[in-house]
């Protein structure tokens, strides 16, 4: 018999959606008891399906059949009903401070877990900031995208991008969701560059566009 879910804040996934896209978030919040506290508090009507500790504790809070609601207005790809098509995973972070290594390992290790029941591809592993650039930064620009890569378990640009392609065109072909070029070169930034500032420049378009080449989104399942 399954166990109970430790959060009330649930449905079922809209047109029979299945999950395609894990979005990693950051709490946002002081300890991690206190976003506890409020992933499973029927008025805040938040959740995630997973909440990782610092010190690498995995607490599995809605069913990952399941409808969390984590992600909120966006899109990535075709699909503008994230919260249907997701899992989504809380790591207790206040939002300015390093990930330490147990939190890493442990969200190694439960991803590759994630990813193999659903198959779901390393391209399919974004942060809240990649599907809603215009409001979220999270998970943040302290946290290790390309550790995740390098184990497989997310994407990240290497040189073979075509500088002159165009950074929105090529932002838009990975996946990132209609919105102002400078808001989505925020976005792109926060992941891959960050603390890159000033206009677009060749390396943003370069990264971009090698992104786009080698991880074309295929946005999975259309909302119904």
Request: glycine share 10%.
């Amino acid at each position: 018999m399954a166990a109970e879910p430790a959060s009330p804040n649930f449905g079922e996934r809209r047109g029979g959606a299945r999950p395609s896209l894990i979005v990693l978030h950051y709490t946002a919040m002081p300890t991690c008891a206190e976003a506890r506290a409020r992933l499973c508090d029927p008025a805040a009507e938040v959740s995630a399906h997973y909440l990782v500790s610092e010190a690498g504790v995995v607490e599995a809070l809605v069913a990952e059949e399941a409808r969390a609601w984590h992600a909120g207005a966006g899109a990535w790809g075709a699909i503008t009903d994230v919260n249907s098509h997701s899992i989504g995973i809380e790591l207790a972070n206040p939002g300015d401070a390093p990930f330490p290594e147990p939190q890493m390992a442990a969200l190694e290790a439960l991803l590759a877990g994630i990813m193999a029941r659903w198959a779901i591809p390393p391209e399919r592993v974004i942060g809240h900031s990649d599907m809603a650039p215009e409001r979220k930064r999270d998970p943040g620009p302290r946290f290790d995208w390309r550790r995740l890569a390098q184990a497989g378990l997310s994407v990240w640009p290497g040189t073979g991008g075509d500088p002159a392609t165009a950074f929105v065109a090529s932002a838009r072909a990975s996946g990132y969701p209609d919105a102002a070029p400078e808001t989505l070169l925020a976005a792109f930034r926060l992941r891959f560059r960050p603390g890159t500032g000033g206009p677009e420049d060749a390396e943003d378009r370069a990264l971009a566009a090698d992104l786009a080449r080698r991880f074309p989104v295929d946005g999975g399942t259309a909302d119904a």
